[in-house]
């Protein structure tokens, strides 16, 4: 699923990486934490127990292999993506899934579907023209591209829609919010955050998929 998403500020990227789905882009920082995830397992092995190990089940069905007793996961090959933990006895005591809690995408492109969204005003020169997907078609292309005041990054003294921008989500100093309130609730906090942007502030449009 696409969604158009608004960043505010110079390091839209950065902003961005703190909410990365791990398994899709296998980036490992400091977003990706050891989540214990070991009574998920276990619950989910009661209908395979008459035929496998919880060991066996584990690396058969969802790819997760063993960390034998007094050794370190290999982070950066085999358990990079999750492991389980062995004791004295050689038997499963913890299972571990590697991931970002706080993941909203698994991909990213400045405009993309959404190219174009920003208006300039009257007398702004473009500094960059919309980044468009393989989905649009040349005429529509074609079309906005002769509209030479759309673009999808500009300060926000510079863009003439504000208003008129719709999103799903938005990200500020870090923060992530995105639309899944009451319509009311959410048009009140989209005038909050066009109120708390300052006109020096860099406005960037991208297209995030899950």
């Given at each position: ?7 505010i500020?110079?390091?839209p ?18 977003y990706?934490?050891?989540?214990d995830d ?7 092995y009661?209908?395979y ?13 969802e790819?997760?292999e ?37 993941s ?12 174009g969204?920003i208006?300039l ?12 997907s ?7 292309k ?16 510079q863009?003439?829609n504000?208003?008129e ?6 990200l500020k ?6 639309n899944n ?7 009140n ?5 066009k109120?708390?942007?300052s ?8 297209d995030?998929?899950?």
């Amino acid at each position: 699923m696409h969604f158009k998403v608004m960043v505010i500020g110079e390091n839209p990227e950065e902003q961005l990486q703190a909410f990365h789905e791990f398994e899709c882009d296998g980036v490992d920082d400091k977003y990706v934490v050891d989540i214990d995830d070991t009574e998920y397992f276990l619950e989910e092995y009661k209908s395979y127990k008459d035929k496998y190990t919880f060991e066996e089940y584990l690396l058969e069905y969802e790819n997760i292999e063993s960390v034998e007793y007094r050794c370190s996961p290999q982070l950066h090959s085999k358990h990079k993506y999750g492991y389980a933990l062995k004791d004295e006895n050689g038997l499963i005591f913890k299972v571990v899934r590697r991931q970002n809690p706080n993941s909203k995408w698994d991909y990213y492109r400045i405009g993309g579907r959404y190219a174009g969204s920003i208006k300039l005003k009257d007398g702004v020169s473009r500094k960059n023209i919309p980044n468009f997907s393989w989905e649009w078609n040349f005429s529509s292309k074609d079309e906005l591209d002769k509209r030479r005041n759309m673009c999808d990054r500009a300060l926000k003294h510079q863009i003439e829609n504000l208003d008129e921008i719709s999103f799903c989500a938005f990200l500020k100093d870090g923060v992530w919010s995105e639309n899944n309130m009451e319509d009311d609730y959410w048009e009140n906090e989209i005038e909050l955050l066009k109120d708390s942007i300052s006109d020096e502030e860099l406005i960037t449009i991208y297209d995030c998929h899950v």
